[in-house]
């Protein structure tokens, strides 16, 4: 590990000018490019006290030894040069999107004296158009096997052309009439270019056009009799509206845009790109990056308009380029991007209407995106195996943990108090093991006190199932039981009649808590209390993703790319979800709780019944019990009850002056000698809560 202050420029060495820079690692491998409006202030940044930086920043200096840097004249030059060096030198610290080269396009190589459609993937060539991408290769066959009805451009292949130019027979697709045959000279080289360029047209969304032609010739093919050519016509047109079909209309204005949406957590972003022409979706593609440096989503899209258009020019760059962050500065980028297409393209932040529309479900599935890649890369059991390794060489276990629970504290200003446990056993959420808490043991805002609750009343409940079967050793032979890999207990155990598992039977390995160093020491004192000294315990603080052990003044620093790191991560996600989503509905039951919930048997439809008959519950309340009577399905005991559950959660009586018989009007947000609000319309805060 290197020391920055070994490499760092001295004083006045560096310009304060536009740049890019470059920082070595000790074999003069390039690990990292950047580019600054001032190299001087960017520089400086990185050459500051260690303990500063962030911790991915730290990494990367600590594995350089040197840094270089190139001046240039603008910000534009600065991102052009960058954009060239990441793709020169592919360093390991720099953003990098996976999977850009394995998305088909649709391509007509115009560069060819006959151009030929096809399915290209990879880098793209000079003189070929392109168009997509697509998610499927069918998806694109599909596409032209219609098209080919209406514009009979060559799909072969040059051996098939130059062995049917031979041979002087076309292939099947010419008997047929989906392929001009240019092979057999039955068009010639111009007419069959001509048919490129109009299929070139179509798919770049200049569709009316071609289909009013049709119809024209349709009608004019129907009143000189020639049925047979007007049904062919007939058929051709359906062929293209039915390729039209498979892109719905999305902007109804025929706009040319592409879409961009992030969606990102603390180790990886995805990035989705919805590529619309003339109105309709042509094309989708999706990457997925780590975040192996500190960057914002405006940096992070910054980075996905370089590999997207780094190589385009023209039409490819469209006019409009919608994006959830602008780059900071945006000027250079806008000017670049103009560069690229040669006239202006706007980036821009959709506000509303249509593209917000659609935005939003271009940021659907760059979730669902990240979702999927982070399943599919938990779902590995050799990557689950590593992961818990590297937990237990981390924080210096005896064993890996094969059963982790994770506690997280959620709360909306101090209201609401919950907590949430989650359970993963070998690396898997084990959703039926989860349970939540309502903090009981005192009011008001605290996370290290409600942290210290929560762990007492869970591992008192685990002591006293453990008590009731003598001890864990409650074996035939008194032996311990021996568990197996997804936490089940081989052997006998603490179960229910049913042969399920107890709840709270099972103790964790490694118990997680959603904080820093202090939630860690509650969770530890908790434990110290009742006796417990053989469960791990350690927090993943959100921030800068690091682990706290208890009593430990630093805390460890999981390498990013560290499979157990992701998995602290999801557990502790997990049980922040479940802990929030539980918050939520219980604020929400206080909300709606009304002083009919405490009646008995009174359901929801004789409630309902009740305040339609009445219009309000004021009204209610003020009615007497014959009135009540009235209302169909209401028998007098019943009505009796509701009248009694109102009269007690009516509101106090207003103040009265003794001597002038006046009202007294306390002012609003007061309160009462109940210690309740008084003010008008105030709620209830305590009515409804769960014990």
């Known amino acids: 590990m290197a020391d920055p202050s070994s490499y760092r420029p001295k004083p006045g060495e560096i310009p304060d000018s536009p740049g890019v820079y470059r920082f070595r690692d000790e074999h003069r491998r390039v690990i990292y490019v950047g580019k600054a409006k001032s190299l001087r202030q960017r520089l400086a940044n990185y050459f500051q006290d260690l303990a500063g930086l962030h911790p991915?920043?730290?990494?990367?200096?600590?594995?350089?030894?040197?840094?270089?840097?190139?001046?240039?004249?603008?910000?534009?030059?600065?991102?052009?040069?960058?954009?060239?060096?990441?793709?020169?030198?592919?360093?390991?610290?720099?953003?990098?999107?996976?999977?850009?080269?394995?998305?088909?396009?649709?391509?007509?190589?115009?560069?060819?004296?006959?151009?030929?459609?096809?399915?290209?993937?990879?880098?793209?060539?000079?003189?070929?158009?392109y168009f997509g991408p697509y998610a499927h290769a069918w998806a694109i066959r599909d596409t032209v096997d219609l098209l080919l009805r209406v514009f009979p451009v060559r799909t072969c292949s040059a051996g098939v052309f130059k062995n049917a130019a031979r041979t002087g027979r076309p292939c099947l697709l010419g008997y047929i009439g989906k392929c001009s045959a240019p092979c057999v000279d039955r068009v010639s080289a111009e007419e069959h270019r001509e048919l490129a360029d109009e299929f070139c047209d179509f798919m770049t969304g200049r569709t009316n056009t071609y289909i009013r032609r049709l119809e024209r010739q349709m009608a004019e093919a129907a009143d000189e009799m020639e049925y047979e050519r007007a049904a062919r016509l007939r058929d051709d047109i359906g062929a293209l509206k039915k390729a039209m079909e498979k892109n719905a209309v999305v902007l109804a204005d025929a706009t040319d845009a592409d879409l961009i949406a992030v969606a990102e957590d603390e180790l990886e972003a995805a990035v989705q790109i919805f590529h619309v022409r003339g109105g309709r979706v042509r094309g989708q593609r999706g990457w997925v990056t780590d975040k192996v440096e500190e960057i914002t989503t405006g940096a992070?899209?910054?980075?996905?308009?370089?590999?997207?258009?780094?190589?385009?020019?023209?039409?490819?760059?469209?006019?409009?380029?919608?994006?959830?962050?602008?780059?900071?500065?945006?000027?250079?980028?806008?000017?670049?991007?103009?560069?690229?297409?040669?006239?202006?393209?706007?980036?821009?932040?959709?506000?509303r209407g249509d593209k917000k529309a659609l935005m939003e479900t271009v940021e659907r599935n760059a979730q669902q995106a990240l979702v999927l890649h982070k399943t599919k890369r938990a779902s590995d059991l050799t990557t689950r195996s590593r992961a818990l390794?590297?937990?237990?060489?981390?924080?210096?276990?005896?064993?890996?943990?094969?059963?982790?629970?994770?506690?997280?504290?959620?709360?909306?200003?101090?209201?609401?108090?919950?907590?949430?446990?989650?359970?993963?056993?070998?690396?898997?959420?084990?959703?039926?093991?989860?349970?939540?808490?309502?903090?009981?043991?005192?009011?008001?805002?605290?996370?290290?006190?409600?942290?210290?609750?929560?762990?007492?009343?869970?591992?008192?409940?685990?002591?006293?199932?453990?008590?009731?079967?003598?001890?864990?050793?409650?074996?035939?032979?008194?032996?311990?039981?021996?568990?197996?890999?997804?936490?089940?207990?081989?052997?006998?155990?603490?179960?229910?009649?049913?042969?399920?598992?107890?709840?709270?039977?099972?103790?964790?390995?490694?118990?997680?808590?959603?904080?820093?160093?202090?939630?860690?020491?509650?969770?530890?004192?908790?434990?110290d209390e009742l006796g417990i000294d053989d469960i791990a315990v350690c927090g993943l603080a959100k921030r800068l993703e690091e682990v706290w052990l208890p009593g430990d003044d630093d805390p460890v620093i999981l390498p990013r790319t560290s499979e157990g790191l992701y998995l602290l991560q999801r557990v502790r996600d997990e049980a922040h979800r479940f802990a929030i989503t539980y918050q939520r509905a219980k604020r929400?039951?206080?909300f709606r709780s009304s002083p009919l919930d405490d009646v008995p048997g009174l359901g929801e439809t004789r409630k309902q019944a009740l305040l339609k008959h009445f219009g309000s519950l004021k009204k209610l309340r003020s009615a007497t019990i014959d009135q009540i009577c009235e209302v169909p399905g209401l028998g007098r005991k019943t009505a009796e009850t509701i009248a009694v559950a109102l009269a007690r959660s009516a509101p106090a009586a207003p103040a009265v002056n003794t001597a002038t018989g006046e009202i007294i009007e306390e002012e609003p947000g007061t309160m009462g000698s109940s210690g309740e609000s008084v003010a008008a319309g105030a709620p209830d805060e305590r009515r409804g809560q769960e014990t």
């Not at 000027?331 to 706007?346: F, H, I, K, M, N």
């Not at 869970?458 to 032996?479: I, M, Q, S, V």
């Open 300 to 351: 992070l899209v910054e980075h996905a308009l370089q590999q997207l258009y780094g190589e385009e020019t023209g039409d490819a760059v469209p006019k409009e380029v919608l994006v959830p962050a602008l780059p900071d500065p945006v000027e250079p980028v806008q000017e670049w991007l103009a560069g690229r297409r040669g006239s202006g393209v706007s980036l821009r932040i959709p506000q």
């Open 56 to 129: 991915r920043t730290r990494s990367m200096v600590t594995t350089a030894a040197s840094v270089e840097w190139t001046v240039v004249s603008t910000e534009v030059e600065a991102l052009q040069l960058e954009y060239s060096w990441i793709k020169e030198y592919d360093p390991r610290f720099n953003v990098k999107y996976r999977d850009d080269k394995s998305y088909p396009y649709l391509a007509v190589t115009m560069n060819e004296e006959y151009p030929r459609v096809q399915v290209m993937r990879g880098q793209k060539k000079k003189g070929v158009r």
């Open 389 to 527: 390794e590297e937990i237990a060489d981390a924080l210096d276990l005896d064993s890996a943990p094969l059963r982790v629970e994770c506690y997280d504290i959620s709360h909306l200003q101090g209201d609401d108090v919950v907590a949430s446990m989650v359970v993963f056993e070998d690396g898997l959420a084990r959703k039926s093991e989860y349970r939540r808490f309502q903090i009981k043991g005192f009011a008001g805002q605290d996370d290290v006190r409600s942290m210290h609750e929560v762990i007492t009343r869970r591992f008192r409940r685990y002591l006293a199932e453990k008590e009731k079967t003598g001890e864990w050793t409650d074996g035939e032979n008194g032996e311990t039981p021996e568990i197996d890999r997804n936490g089940e207990i081989v052997g006998t155990g603490p179960t229910e009649d049913d042969g399920r598992p107890k709840k709270f039977a099972y103790p964790p390995q490694l118990v997680v808590v959603d904080g820093g160093a202090p939630q860690v020491a509650a969770a530890r004192r908790a434990l």
């Open 588 to 590: 929400s039951k206080r």
